[in-house]
């Protein structure tokens, strides 16, 4: 089964909600905090975890822009790599994917270690994908937001 439409039938999954500004800088907000936590933290999974969040909380302050809500963050990541290839790289969209096992890895479980490559890349990169976010949010006019919004849609639509 295709991930989007996986994703659009989960309750806490894709679905379009009006898109919100103020809640879309309240995740940039969040995002940098996370990334001040990443900064002052000195221990690796804590560092981990905090570049995630800095990582993800920048991605989802576009979705909530674009008016789509996700509580399940792979599905926030399969709709960046399906809908938001304009604005990010594939390697950019695969860091946040890798990301999210590195975070799972070291905060869930004992015998998994995060490699240091990935880690290092993560304290690196993490606070470019933040600034990288911000651009998108200010290039994402109304007109971009509608035409994302209904791509969406209409995929979930032939789906069904």
């Known amino acids: 089964m295709d991930k989007i439409t996986w994703c ?4 806490e999954g894709l679905s379009l909600v ?10 940039i907000k969040k995002a940098e905090e996370a ?6 933290n000195i221990i690796k999974d804590w560092k981990i975890s905090t570049a995630y969040y800095t990582i993800y909380f920048s991605l989802y302050a576009v979705l909530m822009k674009l008016g789509v809500k996700s509580e399940i ?14 604005y990010f790289e594939k390697n950019e969209l695969n860091f946040t994917e890798d ?18 490559e990935q880690y290092h890349k993560m304290i690196q990169k993490a606070p470019e994908f933040l600034v990288k976010c911000k651009s998108v949010l200010i290039r994402l006019n109304e007109k971009k937001v509608n ?11 032939k789906r069904k």
Do not use: W
């Not at 898109?19 to 995740?27: F, G, M, Q």
């Not at 990334?35 to 002052?40: A, G, K, P, Q, Y």
């Open 8 to 11: 659009a039938g989960k309750k």
């Open 99 to 116: 990301s999210l096992k590195a975070r799972v890895d070291s905060q869930y479980y004992i015998d998994r270690t995060v490699p240091d």
């Open 147 to 157: 035409k994302i919004r209904d791509r969406f849609q209409k995929e979930i639509n």
């Open 73 to 86: 963050h792979s599905c926030t990541i399969e709709f960046a790599k399906r809908f938001l290839t304009d």
């Open 35 to 40: 990334l001040e936590s990443m900064r002052i």
């Open 18 to 27: 009006e898109p919100n500004y103020d809640l879309a800088n309240a995740y």
